[in-house]
């Protein structure tokens, strides 16, 4: 069988060159993705990093005021969530517009290392909070690992954001 197998990255460029070809074609179609991919950066990232600011600054409060920060800070789980699957969604878009230009950049898996590292913190966060909720008397010690997590995501948050940047320069 003289057949040669088509490696994985070329059989998904074909695959995808429909849209790829769309995709660079169509002004109003780079526009919805773009900006969907960065309002969801912006909604939730914006509300992940204010949280992890209030969070930071909580970390000489009193209970009392953490407590009613957790519970703050819970209500907004769901909106960054929502702003990373927008962001998401798009950003396989974007990937797919230029499947070998992406998946051959080391900046481009740094970034989805960095999507990975802030999506494992945020379970982590969201697993301390619960903890601290359900039994204040752990608050003083939750708080040290809440405050730990908020400088992570703070920094991975932007570190996302710069690997975006980079990747327009590529």
Known sequence: CGETEMPLLETLELVLKPWAKFYAKSSPTQTVVMFTHIAGMLGGGGLAIAADRAMWKARTATDEVRSRLLAEVGSIHRP???G???SALSGVLLTASDLATFVTSPVWWVKMAAIAL???NGAWLQSVERGAQKAPSTMAAAWQKLSVSSRISYTLWFAVALGGVLLTNI
């Open 118 to 120: 802030l999506l494992a």
């Open 84 to 86: 990373l699957t927008m």
């Open 80 to 82: 960054v969530i929502i």
